[in-house]
């Protein structure tokens, strides 16, 4: 039965299905705003592994030791702090896996000097010169755009889909026009924490 003909035959229908066709549809944002969340969280961990002229402790996170049989982050087998704006403390709470640990983060080749004494091991971060604080920025502009490209490809995803639901009919143009004017609201504020991000890191490189 279309409208026009249920104005005629049952007016009390026609209404219901009047007021149906005006309820704006309510679009689930959660999995997009979730894999916005994912990406930014991604890039501040991609961010901690850039070192900068001062010693941060998430630096040493994605450092894995081969200990105990199995790998194991540094965390797990240490206390690790900052000793001053240079140097990283890494005090093991157990002695035998001093050599271990050492070994990790020469490999991992962070650019950084490992002094082992006897608390566990210093990790001095060296001051950086002009051309590698460059080099270090084109790395935080590159897992930038990394990111960028990610969030583009989740807003895609949002966009074929109120496409879809359009040509099925379960959408109209009015509320798809809404959606994705309120999906690039999203968008943007998850690009903007990005940008947020970059730019603190900028501060810490260029210092």
Known sequence: MNVEAAYFIAPHLYDIIVT???????YNFSTFNQKIKETAEWYTRELATIRTGRASTAFLDNVKVDSYGAEMGITSLATVSSEDPRTIRISPWDSSQ?????????????????????????????????????????VAKEKLEDARVALRRERNEVVEDLNSKKKEGTMGEDDMMRTKAEMEKIFQEGSKKLDELFDKKEKEILI
């Open 98 to 138: 001093v050599q271990a640990i050492e070994k990790a983060i020469t490999l991992a080749d962070l650019g950084v000097s490992v002094v082992v004494d006897g608390s566990g091991l210093r990790v001095i971060f060296p001051e950086l010169t002009g051309e590698r604080r460059q080099q270090l920025m084109k």
């Open 20 to 26: 149906i066709k005006h309820i704006r549809m309510a």
